[in-house]
Structures are given as C-alpha cells and as structure tokens.
C-alpha cells in the first residue's frame, strides 16, 4: 500500500505542477497581449467618458475606430465585380486570418455600386450588417436586379458550398464576418 501512496502522491504532484506551469504561460500570454494592445488611447476626448476613466488592459483589450487598418480587399478577378481604385472595397481584421486556421472576425466596407459574383466558402461565414445596406442573390447567374436588401442590424449565414453573391447599391455599407479559417472562395457563375 505504501508504493502505492507514494505513486499517487508523485502523481499528484506532477500533475499540479504541470497546472501551475500552464496557469504561469497563460498568464505570461495574457499579460503579453494586454501589453501589445496597450497602444490604444486611455483617454478620450468622449464628453460620456468621465474624467480620469481608463480601462485596465489586463482586462480588456479594445481598438479605436482610428486604430482599425483598412486595406484594400483582395479577391480573384472573377469574383469581383469591380476595378481597382480608391474605392476599391476595404477590408480589416479585428481577430486571426481568414486564410489561417481558427477563427477570424473581419470588416469589410463596400461602396456604392459594388459587389461580388457568384461564388461560395468551403467554410460557413456569419456575417452581421452594421451599416449601410447589403444585397445579397443566390443565382449561379449574376442578376443584380434580384438581390434581396439586408439592412443594417440583419444577420446572415453563408453556407459552406452554397453559391451567392453580394455587396453594396446605390450606397455604402460595412459589415462583419465572424467565421473559422482557412476559408476558400471558389467562382461559381454560369454564363
């Protein structure tokens, strides 16, 4: 019985020892990416913000508009409905890489009179409409005149392998899509 108490008790303590090493790394990661994200203003000039508020970045971490870093968004030209330019649709990453693996939250800002073609995900995509309003159509043939209006505040899902098209009219729009990458985007227009 003793061996056997001396085993368990060796256990017990490798085991709580590996537990204090990954609460040491998670906290060393945690502290580290408050630390990279500590850049952000810890005032503001927000008369709602009362004076000497600030927010503590071990616990929370958070981008001002200004911070996010828009880029042009790159598809292949098939897909895209649009030349480049400055109005080139805009896209930003809040979390992860679509084109990598786990999840990814990203912004994209469409502007008038753009949109994709005919073409789905290997991944299902759950967008939100924040701004603006998002016309989406379903065809495997372009046909603008049949998107359907997503206002601002609607949320939709983009099924994994099924064919859609979407993007802005007459005005500008911004949404987020939150899904899990890598994601692919095959070409599916029937001429």
């Known amino acids: 019985m003793r061996n056997f108490s001396t085993a368990h008790a060796r256990t017990i303590l490798a085991l709580g020892s590996a537990l204090l090493l990954a609460l040491c790394c998670y906290t060393a990661i945690a502290r580290a990416h408050a630390r990279s994200q500590s850049d952000a203003p810890q005032t503001t000039t927000n008369p709602a913000v009362p004076p000497g508020a600030r927010i503590d970045p071990s616990h929370v971490t958070y981008k001002w508009p200004s911070q996010i870093l828009w880029q042009g968004l790159v ?49 299902d995509r759950f967008v939100t409409v924040l701004s603006g309003t998002w016309w989406v159509g379903t065809t495997t043939d372009f046909q603008p005149d049949t998107m359907v209006p997503m206002p601002a505040g609607s949320f939709v899902t983009d099924l994994a392998g099924r064919v859609h098209y979407d993007g802005a009219k007459d005005g500008p729009v911004t949404i987020e899509i939150v899904g899990q990458g890598p994601v692919t985007t095959t070409p599916a227009e029937t001429k």
């Open 75 to 123: 598809v292949p030209p098939r897909i895209a409905n649009w030349r480049g330019g400055p109005d080139t649709p805009q896209s930003a990453l809040l979390v992860g890489d679509p084109s990598k693996p786990g999840l990814y939250i990203q912004l994209i800002r469409w502007f008038p009179h753009q949109t994709s073609r005919p073409h789905f995900h290997n991944m």
